[in-house]
């Protein structure tokens, strides 16, 4: 079975420009979120969606940071325009479901995530 | 004070030991606990559940405490496939997730 599928891997941007994530989680997976994590740290999520409503979008800087998971499926992550500090690696996971579920249903599975350098 | 804290290591230890690690959270209202792994340059992957009453899985045994919110992962007769950063994970009603920072670990020959 594929796994979480993420695109581009890498990306190299200059400031104040736009770019954009991919993410198709895996098929049959009703709950997608998009994590942020810089070196050193662990993940921080930045939204996570059932299905194709954004249930938890409270740590997304909302002033330059999209997202949308049209049909509920393939999402994408834009940031527009990109800062300095916006490096870091974007991490796309995916479960089966949330919100007091079973720890089966509740696990993630990561996709390789997309390593953003903003120089 | 961050809502999920871990020794960050690094802990290196020789082929054949027994290393544990801790992680403490603050929210008591947390539900479920699981510790990841993550290789370097690599994707998280569950590494095993946490439950009340403990669990192991092969060399692995996690516990977790709620009277102290303290959860613990120890790996017994130590690999070198081991070396990789342990990420303790815990969740608040609502599929809040929260990821500690990691603990890395190096196993050597």
């Known amino acids: 079975e594929a796994g979480v599928v993420q695109s581009p891997r890498y990306k190299i941007i200059e400031k104040k420009q736009p770019v954009a994530f991919w993410c198709n989680p895996i098929s049959g997976h009703n709950t997608l979120y998009w994590y942020l994590q810089n070196l050193g740290q662990g993940p921080e999520l930045l939204i996570r969606y059932e299905n194709e409503e954004a249930v938890d979008d409270s740590q997304l800087p909302k002033d330059r940071f999209s997202a949308e998971r049209l049909k509920g499926v393939d999402s994408t992550l834009k940031i527009q325009p990109a800062e300095l500090g916006d490096s870091a690696v974007y991490l796309c996971a995916s479960s089966l479901a949330s919100g007091g579920a079973s720890d089966v249903q509740e696990t993630q599975y990561f996709g390789p995530g997309t390593r953003l350098l903003v120089l | 004070r961050k809502e999920v804290e871990q020794d960050p290591g690094p802990f290196n230890v020789p082929e054949g030991a027994t290393v544990a690690f801790n992680c403490t959270y603050s929210?008591?209202?947390?539900?479920?606990f699981f510790w990841y792994r993550q290789d370097c340059r690599k994707e998280p992957k569950l590494l095993m559940s946490v439950y009340s009453s403990g669990n192991e899985d092969g060399r692995f045994t996690a516990q977790l405490n709620r009277a102290s919110q303290y959860i613990s992962l120890l790996i017994r007769d130590s690999k070198l496939s081991d070396s990789a950063t342990y990420l303790c994970v815990v969740t608040r009603p609502g599929f809040d997730m929260r990821f500690g920072a990691g603990t890395r670990l190096t196993v050597k020959p």
């Open positions: 929210n008591s209202a947390s539900q479920s």
